[in-house]
């Protein structure tokens, strides 16, 4: 059974950091892409970074931020996150697939989610 499966989101200060962690089951994360994206109430779920076994990209309000990895060995994928902003409070989900169809929001799996709330 395939899964992704996201923690480590959490209530944190502006300024502070996170570390969300992406969990796969049931495939092999070296195999696709992976892709973290966000939705904030009232808007549209937004890509926030992806990573392939060659290259990374990055939304323009997070780059510098926030930064995208993988482990192999352990199957999981990481979003660091610095300098949280309140603007980044959202739910943010990861995904797996193919590098260019993540930029548009098209994935073949997708994990449940996990609340990110930055207070000012």
């Known amino acids: 059974q395939v899964q992704l499966e996201e923690s480590g989101g959490g209530l944190v200060q502006a300024g502070g950091s996170l570390r969300l962690s992406c969990a796969a089951s049931?495939?092999?994360?070296?195999?696709?892409?992976a892709g973290w994206y966000r939705q904030a109430p009232g808007k549209l779920r937004e890509l926030v970074a992806r990573i392939s076994n060659s290259d990374t990209d990055y939304a323009d309000s997070v780059k510098g931020r926030f930064t995208i990895s993988r482990d192999n060995a352990k199957n999981t994928v990481y979003l660091q996150m610095n300098s949280l902003r309140p603007e980044d409070t959202a739910v943010y989900y990861c995904?797996?697939?193919?590098?260019?169809?993540?930029?548009?929001?098209?994935?073949?799996?997708w994990g449940q989610g996990t609340q990110v709330t930055v207070s000012s």
């Open positions: 049931g495939f092999i994360v070296r195999d696709k892409a």
């Open positions: 995904a797996a697939g193919a590098f260019p169809a993540l930029r548009v929001g098209v994935a073949d799996y």
